[in-house]
Every structure is written in structure tokens, then in C-alpha cells.
């Protein structure tokens, strides 16, 4: 049943700047990258967990464990992650924002839930390469950088090839979202 707690999601490519606009806007934020480290953790009791979600040296330790941690928690369940938050969110009652969105049963299942509104955050190859992105085979043509190219899954698209104040402006408006 969809309740009227409001939900912003943001979708993008790698190096859109998903987590800085996350960060403009109001309101809990979630990501589901981060719950897999949670449940990561919470199996491994040697892994430091605020490390992991801080430290990258430390994380990047951990990613070969994590990666395959992560893939067969998906194949058993692809809902795992996005469920686990989308629980953290009804019980906070508030509105909320993920930074992460990135598959479609991800859609589907929070728009079941909540008043889901998609941003779509795009910034050209040239921008994305200036913070240091650079196109990369298995990762950039991966269904998690891919499957959300379809204009019909967001309820509106931003443009993030200006500076940060631009990107604050955007924040501000798409904020009454979460307020009305």
C-alpha cells in the first residue's frame, strides 16, 4: 500500500554528483550501498562498520569480500538492500532522500511504497571526467549504470554541468517536493 511519505530518489551515472546533491537536499538520507555495508559488517564481526562507511583506504581493503558479499545477497534476494532502507524510512515517518537509485525493481518497489519522486541527475561525459571519471568497460556499460536510462522512469531530470550554487538552486526546488 503507498503511503503519502514522501521520498526523493536520485538516479545518475557515476561522477553525476549524486551524494553532494543528496546532501543539498532536506530531510534523512539513505543509500543502499551503505546498507550492504551495514549487513556486511553485521556478518563479519572483524570489519569495523563506521570505517567502512568513512574510510576508503579501509574500504577498499574489504571490496573484493564486500563485492562478492554484495552480488550473492542480490542473487538471492535483489530487493535485499532497497527493502532494508525502504523500512528504515517508513519507521522514521519523515521524508526522506536516497542517493543511490539505480535498478528498476528499485523503482517499482518504493513507488509501491511511498510518494516516490525520481531525479534523474545528468552531467555530460566532459564534466564527469574533470572530477576524475573515466569511462571504464563492465562498469560504466553495467545494468546498474544503464538500467535507468529510460526518461519514462524519472518524474524530472537535472542538470549538473554548472557550479555547486546552480546545483543548490535545483536543491531548492525540487525541496518543495518534500515539504508539500
Not at 556486511?40 to 569495523?48: L, Q, T
Not at 542473487?75 to 517508513?90: K, N, S, T, Y
Not at 516516490?116 to 576524475?132: K, N, P
Not at 535545483?170 to 517536493?177: G, K, L, N, P, S
Amino acid at each position: 500500500m503507498v503511503s503519502g511519505q514522501r521520498v526523493i530518489a536520485i538516479a545518475g551515472k557515476r561522477f553525476a554528483s549524486k551524494d553532494t546533491f543528496a546532501a543539498m537536499l532536506p530531510g534523512p538520507r539513505y543509500a543502499f550501498a551503505a546498507e550492504s555495508k551495514r549487513m556486511f559488517a553485521a556478518a563479519r564481526p572483524e570489519v569495523e562498520l563506521a570505517r567502512l562507511l568513512g574510510d576508503r583506504a579501509y574500504k577498499e581493503q574489504w571490496r573484493p569480500q564486500l563485492t562478492a558479499f554484495t552480488v550473492d545477497a542480490l542473487a538471492r534476494d535483489p530487493l535485499v538492500f532497497c527493502r532494508a532502507v525502504a523500512d528504515r524510512i517508513a519507521a522514521g515517518g519523515v521524508p526522506a532522500v536516497i542517493s543511490d537509485l539505480r535498478l528498476r525493481v528499485e523503482v517499482a518497489h518504493l513507488r509501491s511504497r511511498f510518494a516516490l519522486h525520481v531525479v534523474r541527475l545528468v552531467r555530460s561525459d566532459a564534466a564527469r571526467a574533470a572530477s576524475g571519471w573515466r569511462w571504464t568497460a563492465g562498469v560504466d556499460d553495467h545494468s546498474t549504470e544503464t538500467e535507468l536510462d529510460d526518461p519514462a522512469l524519472w518524474d524530472e531530470q537535472v542538470p549538473n554541468d554548472g557550479t555547486l550554487a546552480d546545483l543548490a538552486q535545483h536543491a531548492v526546488r525540487i525541496e518543495a517536493y518534500s515539504s508539500t
